[in-house]
């Protein structure tokens, strides 16, 4: 799912990845949201639809192998100087991540606006996060069943 | 009540505690929106949401004690790095200071973007409307019986 | 007309008179909208809504007279510290001068943010917008007969 | 159209053009939107609403000779200190010009907050994104026919 909500697309347009500052965030990904790198000239002349696709793989790939770890189920990533592209296994579970990244990139804006040296919550509580609703050991949130 | 409300969540998330920069604050809180502690590895992987409710009520204890006074009915705590809590003798009050606490983040967001420099309402006049407003020389206001 | 309208009462938060950056401002209001002093402790302690209404009118009448001019039908102060009121020849004006006043101070808000050195409208300007919709020479907006 | 759109009007207040920081304005407009020069005393006391509309013409053909082309169909204008003023071939297309006009200050708003350096789209991505919208070569979104 492709939008251009306002704040992840912000992001986006900054070129910055949405650091983790909250439970909030931890809870809906696994790490950061990151950005695609920027295409090439070539690349944007040429099949530019295609290619924005590969820059978008390859991005997720080479977050999770720097993870060692699968991305889990709401993955999304930021393509540089456009806009924000959410995944899930269902359509309706990749508009639950769109919606998810939007608020999280919104309440990222408006922590670093409040203390520019807002650093990740340390990755124990993140884990723990994230973890708790996601994967074979969830244990917390609505019974989805 | 625990909400992820932005303004109130993103002051969580930046690790601040929310000054009191009007008499909105004033109004329906006796002091700055405390910070509660950042939670040990060890709380985080032993009993995480039981430790959650500990250092809320360590929190919410020490500042009593500190201000020598009962905190009164608009009370609400800030979870570092998660969100904000609120509390009432009845759900709806809870309820209630929920909202009021994200009026009152709102506003000293936007307050310390047009002056960082701004500093907390003087002593005399935060007493002044709070103690109009609770307690037992209430005099202003709506009469809710 | 007394409200609590966000960027309005973060103005008077931050203690900082909101600047006449455009001319939206220059169509509702003569000059910049002032902030009242602090109340003293007195003043506080005394008879406080009725003090609180007397600095108010200090300080209409201190801007009147500093500008040698009338203050036209859109006048607005804000309260140190506490938030904005207006006035109107009725009170549907002084609502309508409440509106204006919250647009006027979101849209200065973010006229700072964008460029911090963003200076007044010229006085020339200023006086144009202003009095071609109030007072005698008006002849700009919907006739209100 | 002329409308005083929040951040639209915040950019013209504040006397910068808007950049082209992201995709979303490249789909819309050719280039970043300029604001015009500031009247001068005489314009201002003269026929000041016929003047305005000068400085508008003379913006936009001033910006289409420094580009050498023609400005598109989502051509916009920032008549300095006051607001937007947007253009199409017809009154819709003028008022979908006026949407995205602050759909896009509203993000360049936003990106700079993030990023105070963040740098104008590469000339290449800007020129895709537009001409595969626009033009005699556009192949992208919806068939208007």
Chains 1, 2, 3, 4 share one sequence.
Not at 1 to 28: E, K, M, N
Request: net charge positive; with cysteine; glycine share 8%.
């Amino acid at each position: 799912v492709h939008t251009h909500s306002t704040y992840a697309t912000s992001f986006a347009q900054a070129r910055r990845p949405i650091p983790c500052l909250g439970t909030t965030h931890a809870d809906a990904f696994a790490g950061p949201v990151p950005v695609t790198r920027a295409l090439t000239r070539r690349e944007i002349e040429g099949d530019y639809e295609v290619n924005t696709g590969k820059v978008i793989v390859e991005c997720v790939r080479g977050n999770r192998r720097e993870r060692q770890a699968d991305h889990g189920p709401g993955a999304g990533v930021l393509v540089w100087g456009h806009g924000p592209f959410s995944f899930g296994t269902s359509v309706e579970e990749a508009v639950e991540h769109a919606i998810a990244l939007e608020q999280v990139a919104r309440m990222a804006y408006q922590t670093l606006a409040i203390n520019p040296l807002a650093t990740a919550l340390p990755r124990v509580l993140h884990d723990k996060h994230f973890h708790r609703k996601h994967g074979p050991k969830a244990y917390y949130g609505q019974n989805k069943s």
